[in-house]
């Protein structure tokens, strides 16, 4: 068992949630509320990773990522050390490839959020970020839990992507996917059994726990 | 400048042609067919809805003026709305819901002025139960407690009964008709009802495809409609063409020709002899003659005619009759059903009626209002 890809693998999927929660909030918002030229464009940009190849999301985000680009020369200059194979391009990586999983579910939080009750909250003198915190936020929750689980869970598993834009360098970006990759290719098989094992297990009991919590939330709000 | 002073115009998307006041203490109701702009005059009150052009300003501060380019927004604007499906909060008890409103006043303050101000619509007791577990009724009571909670300047009503029952709605109107001794602010009632209308508000203001047709009080639109697009919104049907025969002044009578029938209106001298005119005669004053002794008496405007329909609605019954003169010109009355049983009203038997000169009134005529008035008149119009 692969602890240090285990304890890795958790640390992106945290940090990655922490980054998407702001973003999936802002960008679901927007897309929930606002009209505005170019919106189907903008709604297929964010769905755009669940069609892709994993490999070609990754063989854009590499090339992005490399020193040759705008941004990985920005990186160089600012960090004095490369983007490409590093913690932080995963973590980047991540987040992009899991923007879907994020913004979708929020999104159809705040749609469903009936637009007179917004309406009211502007007319009970609240402003719009008191509306937000107050109504907005407590009425979207089940669809914000469900975006953390799912991007979570999917950042877990994430094989591609972080093949291609990380590597596998132990503690760095070896993640327990490619630490599984990684043993069976050594032949490994009790290692690889056990951490598939463990992967389909937490992968389970996170979802079912969402189930589970957006059901009574469900209840609560009738 | 006391009150609400509303002036909107655009042509799209939605057409809206209005302007009206709306006195401290006042309730002006909007009625006219769903579609007709109501709502959305409402919306622009509140500030969630920006028209191409207008002007809304409540006691000399102006909250909407598109020619100075000031737009107050929303949650400035001090407005109490109760919306149709009442909008409450659903994560919060009907007390929170009613202190997201209080904000202005201390944790304390609110709490207190929150139990106050359910108390006053009667839930007191119910402060902890949450929109869910609370019946329609008790909802829209929760809905009316929030929007007065912040005092303010304007209260806007849009169909706040129509969600709940017959029993609820009545009781409803006592708590309101009581509640307004309280109220010192402008009140605008959004109503497709106009029963409702007649009951809650001081002035009835009638729209139908944005434009404002005719403001007054209920009573006086409601006999004395200004077009034949007025009344037929007003759903008054006996609305017919005429033409002024002459005027009486001896006698008070203006005479109409109704399609060869020569009929006695309320004296309106305004109306030159030969003028074509549109004409209504309100339900209630077209008279049934009692068919077992016809009477000699009742000599003004008789109209003999063989009843085409009844309709029993409880202790009223509507009848329709087609007059022999031109069964093409229906008149609809109704009488307590007693009397149409009594009187032995059904289909196919002969019955006549006078249509009273003090209830005829005289409007311009409309070449299209006929098409016009039956087109709004399409359910889902």
């Not at chain 2, 002036?7 to 401290?24: G, K, N, T, V, Y």
């Not at chain 2, 020709?257 to 209504?280: C, F, I, Q, T």
């Not at chain 2, 068919?291 to 000699?296: A, G, V």
């Amino acid at each position: 068992m692969d602890w240090t890809a285990l304890g890795l693998s958790l640390q992106l999927g945290v940090v990655n949630v922490l980054c998407l929660v702001p973003v999936g909030i802002g960008v679901g918002r927007v897309l929930a509320y606002r009209r505005f030229r170019g919106k189907g464009l903008a709604e297929a940009a964010v769905a755009l990773p669940l069609v892709l190849p994993p490999t070609v999301l990754g063989y854009y985000l590499l090339v992005a990522f490399g020193a040759a680009s705008p941004i990985g020369h920005f990186w160089q200059l600012v960090f004095d050390q490369p983007l490409v194979f590093t913690f932080e391009a995963l973590l980047i990586a991540s987040i992009i490839f899991n923007l879907p999983f994020a913004i979708q579910p929020m999104q159809r939080a705040f749609e469903a959020i009936p637009p007179e009750v917004r309406e009211a909250a502007a007319c009970c003198g609240m402003s719009p970020w008191r509306a937000l915190l107050s109504v907005e936020l407590p009425l979207a929750w089940p669809g914000i839990v469900t975006a953390m689980v799912l991007s979570f869970a999917h950042t877990l598993g994430e094989f591609g992507i972080v093949l291609m834009v990380g590597g596998s360098i132990p503690g760095e970006t070896r993640t327990i996917a490619i630490a599984i990759y990684d043993r069976v290719q050594a032949f490994d098989e009790a290692a690889a059994g056990q951490m598939s094992a463990l992967l389909l297990a937490l992968s389970l009991s996170v979802i079912a726990l969402t189930f589970a919590f957006s059901r009574r939330v469900g209840r609560q709000l009738g | 400048m006391e009150g609400l002073h509303l002036s909107l115009h655009q042509r799209e998307p939605i057409p809206l042609d209005a302007s009206f006041d709306c006195m401290p203490g006042e309730v002006l109701a909007l009625v006219g067919p769903s579609g007709g702009g109501k709502t959305t005059i409402l919306r622009a009150i509140a500030g969630s809805y920006r028209p191409q052009h207008g002007r809304i300003s409540v006691n000399d501060e102006t909250w909407y003026d598109t020619d100075a380019a000031v737009c107050v927004p929303c949650h400035r604007r001090t407005v109490g709305m109760v919306f149709q499906n009442y909008a409450l909060f659903p994560h919060m008890n009907a007390a929170a819901n009613v202190m997201s409103a209080l904000r202005h006043l201390t944790r304390r303050e609110r709490t207190a002025r929150a139990t106050e101000l359910l108390s006053l619509v009667n839930l007191a007791g119910l402060e902890d139960r949450k929109p869910a577990a609370l019946s329609g009724g008790q909802q829209q009571r929760v809905a009316v407690a929030r929007a007065l909670a912040r005092q303010p300047r304007v209260l806007l009503l849009d169909e706040p009964f129509s969600a709940v029952d017959k029993a609820t709605r009545q009781r409803l109107y006592r708590e309101i008709a009581e509640l307004r001794r309280v109220l010192d602010m402008p009140v605008i009632l959004v109503t497709h009802d106009l029963d409702e209308a007649a009951m809650l508000a001081d002035r009835l203001a009638v729209l139908h495809r944005g434009r404002v047709l005719q403001i007054g009080a209920p009573e006086e639109v409601a006999v004395k409609p200004e077009s034949a697009e007025v009344a037929r919104l007003l759903d008054l049907r006996n609305v017919f063409d005429g033409e002024v025969v002459h005027h009486d002044p001896d006698s008070g009578y203006t005479i109409l020709d109704w399609n060869g029938k020569r009929l006695e209106a309320s004296h309106r001298p305004h109306w030159s002899p030969g003028a074509r005119v549109s004409w209504v005669v309100p339900e209630g004053f077209v008279l049934l003659h009692r068919r077992d002794r016809p009477s000699r008496g009742e000599h003004e405007n008789p109209v003999r005619g063989s009843i085409e329909a009844t309709f029993v609605t409880g202790q009223t019954t509507h009848i329709t009759l087609r007059p022999h003169h031109d069964a093409m010109l229906p008149v609809h009355f109704t009488v307590p059903s007693h009397v149409a049983r009594r009187n032995k009203i059904v289909t196919g038997v002969e019955a006549t009626v006078s249509l009273l000169a003090e209830g005829i009134h005289l409007m311009p005529a409309q070449a299209d209002a006929h098409a016009e008035g039956f087109e709004a008149h399409q359910p889902g119009k």
